[in-house]
T-cell receptor
């Protein structure tokens, strides 16, 4: 049990659908992250939130929209995705003073048809 | 900018043999270093970390890593590999606040264990 949960674990959606990924951490951390992991590509940092404020957006297309309503919850809203967006989406959290030691959730396997 | 290089994309070892996975980093200050392991379809699990002090650090599952500042390396070792160690391993460097307050990952090394 990592203390970071993600739902759903698997998601299949069409290109015109709208869906959301949810991440919740039970560790008392104040920083949360979204990563994209595609086959045969390095882990890509998408967004960083510190104390609910977005502090990094790594040139992510606007069809991905993050939301962080509080320090324990992070969402990734998806709309009009492309097949190349199919990937494992990982959420992580960390404490601000922990030298960036991050704790990861199990990921959501997304397939875009 | 910070970077992490894992020179080996794939490594195959026999069960019971020793293992060393290489990691080199580039960072302008004292690095905070991590090794994570990922089983297929799962998230990343922290194996061990180095912040300061003793340069040989022990982790979970019998893994250890040695920080060598002169070589900018943080290689992961295990004296005797088990079939359950087959997974992908990621080295990462933690950047301080002035460098973006984030983790920079290597591309990963896939470990295969043959019986």
């Amino acid at each position: 049990e990592t203390g970071v949960t993600q739902t759903p674990r698997h998601l299949v959606m069409g290109m015109t659908n709208k869906k959301s990924l949810k991440c919740e951490q039970h560790l008392g951390h104040n920083a949360m992250y979204w990563y994209k992991q595609s086959a045969k590509k390095p882990l890509e940092l998408m967004f960083v939130y510190n104390f609910k404020e977005q502090t990094e957006n790594n040139s992510v297309p606007s069809r991905f929209s993050p939301e962080c309503p509080n320090s324990s919850h992070l969402f990734l809203h998806l709309h009009t995705l492309q097949p190349e967006d199919s990937a494992l989406y990982l959420c992580a959290s960390s404490h601000p003073n922990s030298y960036n030691e991050q704790f990861f959730g199990p990921g959501t396997r997304l397939t875009v048809l | 900018a910070q970077s992490v290089t894992q020179p080996d994309i794939h490594i195959t070892v026999s069960e019971g043999a020793s293992l060393e996975l290489r990691c080199n980093y580039s960072y302008g200050a004292t690095p905070y270093l991590f090794w994570y392991v990922q089983s297929p379809g799962q998230g990343l699990q922290l194996l061990l970390k180095y912040f300061s002090g003793d340069t040989l650090v022990q982790g979970i599952k019998g893994f250890e890593a040695e920080f060598k500042r002169s070589q900018s390396s943080f290689n992961l070792r295990k004296p005797s590999v088990h079939w359950s160690d087959a997974a992908e391993y990621f080295c990462a460097v933690g950047a301080a606040k002035e460098y973006g307050n984030k983790l920079v990952f290597g591309a990963g090394t896939i470990l295969r264990v043959k019986s």
